[in-house]
């Protein structure tokens, strides 16, 4: 039983970091930073409007990978992985 806690924790953890990036790309890059990154330009475009509506979607497609990828080797390393 003390197996699968510590799986559960491990699973918990990588969702928590990857929800911490999803809210400061979605949230932050997006709406509280966007002045800032506005001052930047990306293609031409202020780099806070790009995060807006371009940006934040390229982040969010890396994290399902990402979290494919840790997902695949925190099974393994618990021994519950499908292969």
Do not use: C
């Amino acid at each position: 039983m003390d197996n699968s806690k510590a799986y559960w924790n491990a699973t918990l953890g990588l969702l928590g970091r990857i929800l911490v990036v999803w809210f400061v790309v979605s949230f932050g890059a997006g709406i509280l930073f966007a002045e800032a990154l506005n001052n930047i330009k990306l293609g031409g475009y202020p780099l806070g409007f790009w995060f807006a509506h371009q940006g934040s979607i390229y982040i969010f497609i890396a994290l399902i990978f990402y979290y494919g990828k840790k997902m695949g080797e925190i099974d393994r390393q618990f021994d519950v992985h499908e292969d």
